[in-house]
């Protein structure tokens, strides 16, 4: 079955510190991938995306994430976090051509920034 | 509106009762998604819709569970004989496309006593 794994349950750093939560995907095939951010008390949104072309995507916020085919990973990564970065982080994969019109998601980093 | 919108914003019912749990997307957007998403897990899918069609219900866990769209914009979650095991956030999200990105209403939190 397909599905995601986010290694990370929990994350406390202190601002400034250099950020990487890892993720990985169980689909052979075409896939797009996501990172959503959920800040405290607000509704889930786009962090950044892979579709296709260059596999390191840039995108809110400082954010990047790399996708590694023969990993079938998609980490996300940021240099110097700030506290404004605490919130939960979910990796979602929409598979293609699968049949399926799904997108799976992971069980979510909460991120904790101390000021 | 701006967003996608969804009501209640917070439900408790009790034990057997029916709730109905409303989206609104985002004017345009073809694809709709439900997902219900318990305490300390991440969204699990339940259902798609492009347009007024239902394309997958294969994540809705019961035949409890009932969702449509009938003029393809607002969709309605319908949960009968609610369950303990029902309580979660019921996201709703829409898209342009299929595989695009995602935009999430704020959800409804759903308690059954």
């Known amino acids: 079955a397909q599905s995601v794994s986010q290694h990370n349950h929990h994350v406390i750093l202190s601002e400034a510190a250099s950020l990487e939560l890892g993720c990985n995907y169980s689909y052979g095939g075409t896939v797009n991938l996501f990172w959503y951010v959920q800040y405290p008390g607000q509704h889930l949104q786009l962090l950044l995306k892979?579709?296709?072309?260059?596999?390191l995507v840039k995108g809110i916020k400082g954010f990047e994430a790399e996708f590694i085919k023969s990993k079938f990973s998609f980490n996300l990564r940021k240099p110097s976090v700030q506290w404004s970065d605490t919130a939960e982080y979910f990796c979602a994969v929409s598979p293609l051509n699968s049949g399926t019109y799904k997108y799976i998601f992971g069980t979510g980093t909460r991120l904790k920034v101390l000021a | 509106g701006a967003g996608v919108s969804q009501s209640p914003r917070y439900k408790v019912a009790k034990r057997g009762q029916d709730v109905a749990l409303r989206c609104d997307p985002i004017s345009g957007h073809v694809s709709l998604f439900w997902y219900q998403q318990a305490l300390g897990q991440g969204p699990e899918f339940l259902t798609y819709f492009q347009n007024e069609a239902q394309l997958d219900k294969s994540g809705l866990p019961s035949d409890r569970f009932f969702a449509e769209r009938p003029e393809g914009s607002v969709s309605t979650l319908k949960i009968q004989r609610t369950q303990q095991e029902d309580s979660a956030v019921y996201l709703c999200?829409?898209?342009?496309?299929?595989?695009?990105?995602?935009?999430f209403g704020e959800g409804s939190r759903l308690t059954v006593l």
């Open positions: 999200a829409s898209s342009l496309e299929r595989t695009g990105e995602l935009f």
């Open positions: 892979y579709f296709s072309g260059d596999p």
